[in-house]
Structures are given as structure tokens and as C-alpha cells.
């Protein structure tokens, strides 16, 4: 019943707003743990940010 909460980021009402600076600080340390590119220099949207922290959460075996 849990997974019905979520929304996925892509049906967002504001999913094409650039993305939050407290998105941009997550990348940003997630990038560091997954010893990935920093990629808060692109304009992502905040949908674009939360799946990219989705990903970088699990290559840098991070618990939601």
C-alpha cells in the first residue's frame, strides 16, 4: 500500500522546476560517496535531481 503513496517524480506538479538547492547539496555529497562526476553544474529539474539521487543512493549503497 506504501509504493501507492509515492508519486513517481515524472507526474510531479513541479517536477520541471529547476531543482532545490537542498537537492543540489545531496547530489552533490552522494556524488562524493559514489565516486561520481559532481553533477549539480547542469540544470536539472527536480524530478531529473530525484531520480539521479535515487540512483546515486543505491551505487553508493546509501539507506533511504
Excluded: C, F
Excluded at 537537492?23 to 524530478?47: F, M, N, V
Amino acid at each position: 500500500m506504501a509504493d501507492n503513496i509515492r508519486k513517481d517524480p515524472e507526474h510531479w506538479v513541479s517536477g520541471d522546476d529547476p531543482m532545490t538547492a537542498a537537492q543540489a547539496s545531496y547530489l552533490k555529497t552522494l556524488s562524493e560517496q559514489a565516486h561520481k562526476p559532481d553533477p549539480t553544474g547542469k540544470q536539472l529539474t527536480k524530478a531529473e535531481a530525484s531520480e539521479l539521487i535515487e540512483q546515486l543512493r543505491e551505487e553508493a549503497g546509501v539507506e533511504k
